[in-house]
DNA sequence: CTTTTGATAATTTTGTTAAAAAAGTCAGGA
DNA sequence: TCCTGACTTTTTTAACAAAATTATCAAAAG
């Protein structure tokens, strides 16, 4: 039994691998079904027999995705010794993310208004793993008594995702490109790390 | 002569009137110029004669909103005696200002991303005011003492403006919801009012 | 009983074309 | 110079067939 599941364990992940391979070089609406099969050499109905459908498949691999970037972001994010450094860390690992899977979230773009309730719930899973990380990250500085105590711990790293969100997006679109070229890459981190900065100089005594 | 081009003035500016009404309420695509002509009793053939083109005369009815709003902004942005209430402000008219016109940009949404030069030279004229104004209440702000010398007060200021995006866009996003209800105006005016005020402390001494 | 497939059904996308709508032009009138 | 009706050109829409893709299923293989 436990051998079974280990199989069918084994095959989905193969699955969700040659899946995310596909849609981050084509894109969710130009990766087929049977191209995903074709690479993993087995039948196309196969796949139907692990995974419902499409959309299913994608936010599986989604979730996949999502689960090793909250990974890193936890075994890392306590390491460090003061706010500062936590808050850049979360900024690279997140940027890096972003950049790596440009291409895998054009589903999001393709759909923008209307996308399936499922996505939205690992969105907000993330952002609640996220928003915890730094929340205690942003508790423990307060506990060595660099930085005032905070009213609403969560409330304001949600403040600072968002305004961070803002950097990369106004870096971009101002520059009227869809897709941050290397010489922007550098000047999103430093207007983030600008940011950072001032923003925990507003938190201190 | 001068009467001449007094008429022509009078009669360009109730053809921009009348169309921003047409796209405010419909949009650029849902609006045809048979329209505009017939809420102006005039044929069709006029408009040509005072605009090249729609698209023109979409971009003279933006350029001529975006003057209004600086207006506003230039006009009021000295009167404050402290930089926070100056920031607010810039926020209140800001935020007043994309959510009244809210229905005429769907240009842009719709254009994404080729749209054409001209619309980015009036979002760049725009942006630059917006910067040389607040940057000015910056260095203001430092010429009282209040706040720390800042090296780059545009860039400052360029920053602040970005972080401030990304509370609208995050607000919005995240709730899935393709507009701001009333509900979440509130939130995002309390959350840029908390970013703002955080972003100043950081400023201080 | 679980896993797999080929064949096939159902749905969505794409391409084509004709009609309708809208943009844009122009000769000429006031 | 300002304006118009009639006209041409371009773009959008609708309808529909063809092609591509998703999804199903009965039955084979292990």
């Not at 199989?7 to 899946?19: C, G, N, P, V, Y």
């Not at 993993?40 to 936010?59: E, G, R």
């Amino acid at each position: 039994m436990a051998a079974v599941n280990d199989h069918q364990d084994i095959k989905r992940e193969k699955i969700l691998e040659a899946s995310y391979q596909r849609f981050l070089h084509y894109g969710y609406s130009k990766t087929t079904m049977n191209e995903i099969a074709g690479d993993l050499s087995m039948s196309k109905a196969l796949l139907y027999y692990y995974f419902p459908d499409k959309s299913q498949l994608y936010i599986a691999v989604m979730r996949k995705i999502a689960g090793d970037y909250l990974t890193v972001l936890e075994e890392n994010i306590n390491a460090f010794t003061n706010l500062k450094d936590a808050f850049v860390f979360q900024i690279n690992v997140h940027h890096d993310f972003i950049v790596k899977n440009y291409n895998f979230f054009d589903f999001f773009r393709l759909n923008e208004q209307n996308l399936p309730d499922t996505i939205w719930e690992i969105v907000g899973q993330v952002h609640s793993a996220e928003l915890s990380l730094l929340s205690n990250a942003v508790k423990t500085e307060v506990s060595r008594g660099t930085i005032k105590p905070v009213d609403n711990p969560d409330e304001l790293v949600d403040l600072l995702l968002d305004a961070l969100h803002g950097i990369r997006v106004g870096a971009v679109s101002q520059k009227k490109t869809s897709f941050p070229r290397k010489e922007h890459l550098e000047e999103i981190h430093t207007k983030k790390l600008l940011l950072i900065d001032i923003f925990i100089k507003g938190l201190m005594y």
